[in-house]
C-alpha cells in the first residue's frame, strides 16, 4: 500500500518548512531546497532532521 | 471526521486511537519516539493500528512539523504528547520538560488559530495540585505543584485556557489522576511491580506504601476524552479518576492475589515531588458529559497483569 496522498499534501520540510516531493521509488520525501531527503519506512513518513539524508553538494 | 493524536506511540494516545478507529473516525497520528523509554515498545503500541487505513502516522516532532497545514485537515485535536513522570523532572534535564510540555502546547494552540477545531482536548495532570490537604480535590482546590513535572503541566494547562480566551480554540484540559491499564509506561509503579513479580524479582517500593491514590484505568480515561470531546465545555478544566481510593499497598495485595506469588518489596525513602494522597471529585466531568469510570481496581489490575504477562518481552 503506498503512502497517503492526503497525508503527502500536509507535509513539509521540517528544516526550512516548504515543499517537500515524494521520490519515485516512494523510499523517501525530498527537499530540493535543503537538498534532504526524509526516509519513508514501512509507509512511514519519518519527518525528523535527525534523519534525513543530504545529497548533492553539501555547502 | 479526522482527529489528530500528538504522542500517539504513547500510552494513553494509542489507546485513544484505538477507540476513535473503532468507533469510525479517521486519525492523524505524530510521535517523534522520544526516548524516555525504548522505541520498540512505542511501536509496538501502533502497530496494530498502522494495519488501519484510516490510521495515518507521521513520525515527527510538533515542534518542527508544519503543524498549521496539519490543523487545516483536522476536526479536533487530542494533545497527548508529553515528557512525562515527576521524578526525572528533577535536575539538569528540566529544560527537555519545558520544551515539550510547555512549548510543545503553546506551538500547537497558537497554529490552532483561526481553525475550524471543535475542540482541542488537552491532556493535564493531577500533579497540577501537589499536596493537598482536603480530600477529594476538586478542580477548585488550588493548584500548587510539588514537582517541576507538575509546573509545566499546569504551564501547558493555562495556555490552554488563554487561548480559549484569547482565540475561543474550544480547548479542554483533562487532570488524568494515576492511569494503569495494558501499555502502561514501564516507568510506572504498577507496570514494575507486575514485572517483578512475574520475573520473582525485589521491587523497590517508595514511602511505606500507605500512600493512597486514585488509580484511573485506561479505557476509562479514554471514554473521558471521547465524552468531553464530543460534549465538554469548552475553557473548562475536568478531573479524570477513577472512582475510588486505594493505598498502594492494598494494590500490592492484589497483584499478589491475581498472580498467586509473593512480591518482594523492598520499601525505599519516597521521592521529592510525589503527592502523599490523590482523591479525585469527578462529579464535574459526569454533569458535564456524563463520565462514569466503569472499571474497578481488581478488574483493571487483572486486565493490566494478563496483558503484561502476555507481553514481557517487548519490555525486556
Ligand atoms: N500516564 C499517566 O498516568 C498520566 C497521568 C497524568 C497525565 N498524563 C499525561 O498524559 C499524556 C500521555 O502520557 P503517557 O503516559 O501516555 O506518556 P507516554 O510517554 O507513553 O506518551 C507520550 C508520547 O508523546 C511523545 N512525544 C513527546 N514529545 C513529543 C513531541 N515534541 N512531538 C511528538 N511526540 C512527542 C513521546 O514520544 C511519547 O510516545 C502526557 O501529556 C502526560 O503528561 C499521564
Ligand atoms: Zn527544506
Same mark, same amino acid.
Given at each position: ?59 | 471526521?479526522?482527529?489528530?493524536? $500528538? ?16 468507533? /469510525? ?65 528533577? /535536575? ?85 489522576? $494515576? ?7 514501564? @516507568? ?6 507486575? $514485572? ?12 511505606? /506504601? ?8 485506561? @479505557? ?97
Amino acid at each position: 500500500m503506498p503512502i497517503d496522498e492526503k497525508l503527502l499534501e500536509i507535509l513539509a520540510c521540517p528544516k526550512c518548512k516548504g515543499d517537500i516531493k515524494l521520490k519515485e521509488d516512494e523510499s523517501g520525501l525530498v527537499c530540493e531546497t535543503c537538498k534532504l531527503v526524509y526516509p519513508i519506512k514501512d509507509e512511514i513518513p519519518i519527518m525528523l532532521l535527525e534523519e534525513a539524508k543530504s545529497f548533492g553538494e553539501t555547502k | 471526521m479526522r482527529l489528530l493524536i $500528538t504522542g500517539v506511540s504513547g500510552f494513553i494516545g494509542s489507546s485513544i486511537a484505538k477507540k476513535l478507529i473503532q468507533e /469510525g473516525y479517521e486519525i492523524i497520528g505524530i510521535d517523534s519516539f522520544l526516548d524516555n523509554y525504548p522505541k520498540k515498545i512505542k511501536e509496538n503500541n501502533i502497530r496494530e493500528l498502522l494495519k488501519n487505513k484510516r490510521f495515518n502516522f507521521i513520525e515527527g516532532n510538533i515542534l518542527s512539523l508544519n503543524i498549521g497545514k496539519i490543523l487545516d485537515q483536522v476536526d479536533g485535536v487530542f494533545h497527548q504528547s508529553a515528557i512525562p513522570g515527576v521524578r526525572a523532572s528533577w /535536575g539538569i534535564n528540566f529544560n527537555q520538560y519545558t520544551e515539550h510540555n510547555v512549548n510543545g502546547t503553546q506551538v500547537l494552540l497558537e497554529a490552532s488559530k483561526n481553525k475550524e477545531i471543535r475542540k482541542f482536548v488537552n491532556a493535564s495532570s493531577s500533579s497540577v495540585y501537589g499536596d493537598v490537604n482536603e480530600l477529594p480535590i476538586s478542580e477548585t482546590t488550588p493548584t500548587l505543584p510539588i514537582s517541576p513535572y507538575g509546573v509545566t503541566k499546569l504551564a501547558g494547562e493555562n495556555l490552554a485556557n488563554l487561548y480559549f480566551k484569547g482565540y475561543c480554540i474550544p480547548t479542554i484540559s483533562l487532570r488524568y489522576f $494515576t492511569v494503569y491499564g495494558p501499555r502502561q509506561r514501564p @516507568d510506572m509503579a504498577f507496570h514494575k511491580i507486575i $514485572t517483578a513479580i512475574i520475573l520473582g524479582r525485589e521491587i523497590e517500593i517508595y514511602g511505606n /506504601g500507605e500512600q493512597t491514590r486514585d488509580f484511573t484505568f485506561i @479505557d476509562d480515561a479514554v471514554e473521558a476524552n471521547l465524552k468531553a470531546f464530543l460534549n465538554g465545555k469548552d475553557g473548562e478544566v475536568y478531573n479524570v479518576g477513577g472512582g475510588s481510593r486505594v493505598k498502594l499497598n492494598q494494590a500490592i495485595r492484589i497483584i499478589e492475589e491475581i498472580s498467586g506469588k509473593k512480591a518482594k518489596l523492598k520499601y525505599v525513602d519516597s521521592h521529592k515531588g510525589d503527592a502523599k494522597h490523590t482523591y479525585a471529585d469527578i462529579s464535574k466531568g459526569k454533569k458535564d458529559f456524563g463520565y462514569s469510570p466503569e472499571i474497578d481496581i481488581y478488574e483493571g489490575l487483572k486486565r493490566q497483569f494478563e496483558w503484561l504477562n502476555d507481553n514481557l518481552d517487548i519490555y525486556r
